[in-house]
């Protein structure tokens, strides 16, 4: 802002250069002045101003004002303790300077009263009768304003004596009238006079010393309370009149608080409490701002240091008779159901100006974190327990198991497929589900975000132990030795597959429920709170992260079998270049059939769909994935076999192993794509290793192309294998209808190979 002859700009460029001219001080002395007047400064810079220009100022001045009011906000939040501490000071020295001043103005009066008259007794006893008789004895003629004297303070001293507060307020507000026009008149002698005022001193004194006696009585309440507090504030004496109201509240609560610990325990303990004491903080608000209405502000740090300490004692209460004992126990319903009824009453304060939900919300969370970690620890442990003896064979829940006149096309068929899991991770669920149940206020003691992450992390427990029942994992082998084994190990197909299905079904569908559940919780009804981004990832991005878990899960389980498919038990590969390379060295030609691991793949891989397929109903997909990775993981580890595929570009590959390699490679693209899990990957890989196989074949200086037969030659032996292994036709139909094709593919091939 710059003011130039009378004018008004905006110019950035000016109001930089004019700041940069003038210091602080520069600026502020103009408004120093004890004669400043604000409205004629403004009229006299204002006096040109044409109406644009003074909507700019006004505009300008109003964003100074919210910027002003925002830098003071952040300023009070940022030094909040340090405001209400030296508020709270400010209004004590307020208190003590009227004191102090009322103090100085008696003696003043004293000692000008000592100089004029040196009568030092009498004013020294400060005794009542005293003064009087030396006010008689002064004059022995009594004028008409000392009879009134006399009758006033004898009348004071009765009302005083019968607890007539408010006519003995009238009284001395009618001696304070009375002393000003003596004052003025002088019609008593300095020495009268100031026993005069030396008595309406320690009357009032007398008076307020008696208010406050009131005030302390536990039975001065409500109208009662209100009106002597008034009184005290009237007598000049503000500061302690609310210290006394608020202490009279403190002494209410107090003795109420008793009454209830002895009366009340568990829920209803803490509900009743609670409302007891933020009802009584309210009352003591309302009193506050009904007895010194404008003047308030000045006593509002007193109030707020006041709520603050009553709050804080409340929550240590709560600690010491429900949270701690709840806590260590892990009750955490019984902890969120404390905190909840707490913030429940503490939040309609808020209105009122007292903001005490944080005091609360530091008190609590750590016993709220406590009961969560110890819940955490329990599901943990439970499942590992249950784990030992888990037979691995999958049940729906108790609650959901189908009647006998259900039938299992029935259960297809419904709209809700209820799973089936072991009993470990049946534990596992109906805990979890019950730990995420009335946890609303986590979201404000910011919680929420930790029940999530510990839900991760006792849902990884458990799928290490579902790991560890993989049998030859390497987590069980690490376990030798031990003593023991902390999971039953799943012997058969079905009962790993089951462990599959366990991590499975968890992660896709029931912990993503309970987290919805906390999502719901803690948005609740508010709109407010619901349009606030969630603290805990969506349902979606839950699922991501437990799926990772599960996808570790199934890749120790597929490691396994392709360990068990490509090793003997002795340890030697079933996978080498002999199968290929020997093949040549023969006279007669082989029969041509897939090789023996390749079979064992495809039985492997059909024993495992069919009981996924019982498995994993309506989740098909889960089912087709496991397939494709258990494929994968035998065709890469030949793939990557480097001791396989330097015996094979050594020797180098003949056209029957050649034609035997690629036979195996066309079998499993043909299984693989008739049971759906042919994946991209796979068929790649499959592709760059039939490449490599002819690249080592063509080392020879023959042809693989024209030493291998036709595609359909390739894919009739495959058909005709995986009928036969599947039971479909026997092996004299099925060489019957292919000895002529196979014959003569084989002996042209042969002969391709001699002529060359």
């Not at 009378?6 to 110019?11: A, P």
């Not at 300023?75 to 009227?98: C, H, M, P, W």
């Not at 760059?688 to 359909?712: C, H, K, Y």
């Not at 294998?721 to 004299?732: D, H, N, P, Q």
């Amino acid at each position: 802002m710059d003011f130039t002859g009378g004018s008004f700009s905006f110019g950035i460029e000016n109001t930089a250069e004019l700041e940069s001219n003038l210091t602080l001080s520069d600026k502020l002395k103009t408004f120093k002045n004890s004669s400043f007047d604000p409205n004629a400064y403004v009229n006299s810079k204002c006096r040109s101003m044409n109406e644009k220009e003074i909507k700019h100022l006004c505009a300008y001045l109003v964003e100074l004002k919210k910027a002003s009011a925002e830098e003071m906000r952040q300023s009070v939040l940022a030094n909040y303790s340090a405001f209400i501490r030296t508020s709270k000071e400010i209004s004590d020295l307020e208190g003590e300077l009227l004191s102090m001043r009322n103090l100085l103005s008696t003696q003043a009066a004293l000692v000008h009263g000592l100089a004029e008259s040196g009568q030092l007794g009498s004013l020294i006893t400060g005794n009542e009768d005293s003064d009087m008789e030396g006010l008689l004895d002064e004059k022995s003629d009594t004028t008409k304003t000392e009879n009134w004297l006399i009758g006033f303070i004898e009348t004071l001293e009765v009302l005083l004596a019968e607890k007539k507060v408010d006519e003995a307020m009238a009284a001395l507000d009618e001696g304070e009238t009375m002393a000003e026009e003596i004052s003025e008149r002088r019609t008593l002698s300095p020495t009268t006079f100031l026993a005069l005022q030396t008595a309406i001193t320690e009357q009032r004194q007398k008076l307020a010393d008696q208010i406050a006696e009131t005030i302390c009585q536990p039975s001065t309440r409500g109208a009662e309370l209100r009106s002597s507090v008034e009184a005290l504030k009237k007598l000049g004496d503000g500061p302690r009149a609310h210290t006394l109201l608020l202490n009279s509240h403190q002494g209410n609560l107090k003795r109420a608080m008793q009454s209830l610990q002895s009366t009340l325990n568990g829920g209803a303990f803490t509900a009743t409490l609670s409302k007891l004491v933020f009802s009584t903080i309210a009352r003591a608000s309302t009193d506050s701002l009904t007895v010194f209405g404008e003047e308030e502000p000045a006593y509002t740090s007193e109030l707020v240091t006041w709520a603050v300490k009553q709050t804080r004692d409340f929550a240590l209460l709560l600690k010491k008779n429900i949270l701690a004992s709840s806590a260590a126990a892990g009750g955490l319903r019984v902890a969120s159901e404390c905190v909840h009824r707490c913030l429940s009453h503490c939040y309609g304060l808020e209105t009122r100006g007292l903001a005490l939900s944080p005091v609360l919300l530091r008190l609590f969370s750590p016993f709220v974190e406590q009961a969560l970690n110890t819940n955490l620890k329990r599901i943990e442990h439970s499942c590992a327990a249950l784990a030992a003896a888990d037979d691995w064979s999958l049940a729906y829940t108790p609650t959901n198991k189908l009647s006998s006149s259900q039938s299992a096309s029935s259960l297809s068929n419904s709209s809700v497929v209820q799973p089936k899991l072991s009993i470990s991770a049946h534990k596992f669920n109906s805990m979890v589900q019950e730990l995420f149940e009335d946890m609303e206020p986590l979201e404000r003691l910011e919680l929420d975000i930790l029940a999530y992450e510990g839900l991760l992390e006792v849902f990884n427990s458990y799928i290490n132990l579902l790991v560890n029942a993989i049998p030859g994992s390497m987590e069980t082998e690490n376990l030798e030795g031990s003593g023991s084994k902390i999971v039953k190990i799943a012997e058969t197909e079905a009962q790993q597959v089951a462990l599959l299905a366990n991590g499975y079904l968890l992660a896709d569908e029931m912990l993503p429920r309970a987290v919805a559940k906390l999502l719901q919780s803690t948005r609740g009804d508010d709109p407010q709170r619901r349009d606030r981004q969630p603290r805990v990832p969506e349902p979606r991005e839950v699922k991501r992260r437990l799926q990772r878990e599960v996808d570790r899960l199934r890749d120790s389980f597929c490691r396994q079998i392709a360990l068990e498919l490509i090793f003997t038990e002795e340890g030697f590969a079933r996978v080498n270049s002999s199968m290929y390379l020997s093949l040549d060295g023969n006279i007669e030609e082989p029969e041509w059939f897939p090789s023996p691991i390749y079979q064992e793949l495809f039985l492997k891989l059909t024993g495992i769909a069919s009981i996924a397929s019982d498995f994993f109903v309506g989740r098909e997909r889960f089912a087709t994935i496991l397939l494709m990775r258990l494929a994968e993981a035998v065709i890469l580890f030949i793939s990557d076999d480097q001791a396989f595929w330097e015996e094979i570009e050594q020797a180098p590959l003949g056209p029957l192993g050649m034609q035997q390699f690629y036979l195996d490679m066309q079998f499993v693209i043909l299984f693989a794509n008739q049971g759906r899990y042919l994946s991209r990957h796979l068929h790649q890989v499959i592709t760059n290793i039939i490449g490599r196989a002819m690249d080592a074949f063509a080392t020879s200086g023959l042809d693989p192309q024209r030493v291998l037969p036709e595609e359909e030659w390739f894919v009739d032996v495959a058909n005709i294998a995986l009928k036969m292994l599947s039971g479909k036709a026997t092996f004299s139909n099925a060489e019957r209808d292919v000895a002529s094709p196979t014959a003569s593919v084989s002996a042209a091939s042969v002969q391709s190979h001699g002529s060359n």
